[in-house]
């Protein structure tokens, strides 16, 4: 059976290229090639390119363990941790079950 390529999004490309950019000049600024953060992250050199390079289709798996070795684990909790639409709505949810049932409308 043939796989079928999924094809990030245009609006998605370049912030995920500019991660795999940022990626790389964080492991560059402490000296370590390619191939050595491969090693630590139990990957082969050219999963360590495509990852700075911004190609989707590298696991979150190798990202978080590139995180790991650069000491940089403490920015996954930054990831979609100000998600205002999800509070809003979370907040409108809570408004609504606050309601008396007189409020609501009755179906026979």
Same mark, same amino acid.
Do not use: W
């Given at each position: 059976?043939?796989?079928?390529? @999924?094809?990030?999004?245009?609006?998605?490309? @370049?912030?995920? +290229? *500019?991660?795999? @950019?940022?990626?790389?000049?964080? /492991?560059?600024?402490?000296?370590?090639?390619?191939?050595? !953060?491969?090693?630590?992250?139990?990957?082969? /050199?050219?999963?360590?390119? @495509?990852?700075? #390079?911004?190609?989707?289709?590298?696991? !979150?798996?190798?990202?978080?363990?590139?995180?790991?070795?650069?000491?940089?684990?403490? =920015?996954?909790?930054?990831? *979609?941790? #100000?998600?205002?639409?999800?509070?809003?709505?979370?907040? *409108?949810?809570? +408004?609504?079950?606050? /309601?008396?049932?007189? =409020? /609501?409308?009755? +179906?026979?």
């Amino acid at each position: 059976m043939r796989s079928q390529t @999924k094809t990030l999004p245009i609006r998605l490309r @370049k912030p995920v +290229s *500019a991660l795999g @950019k940022r990626l790389a000049d964080a /492991r560059v600024a402490r000296r370590i090639s390619q191939s050595l !953060m491969a090693e630590r992250c139990g990957v082969a /050199r050219v999963t360590i390119s @495509k990852l700075e #390079n911004g190609d989707p289709s590298v696991s !979150m798996e190798t990202l978080f363990r590139y995180l790991g070795v650069l000491g940089l684990e403490g =920015d996954i909790d930054l990831l *979609a941790g #100000n998600d205002k639409v999800g509070h809003e709505l979370a907040m *409108a949810q809570l +408004s609504r079950k606050g /309601r008396k049932p007189a =409020d /609501r409308a009755v +179906s026979r």
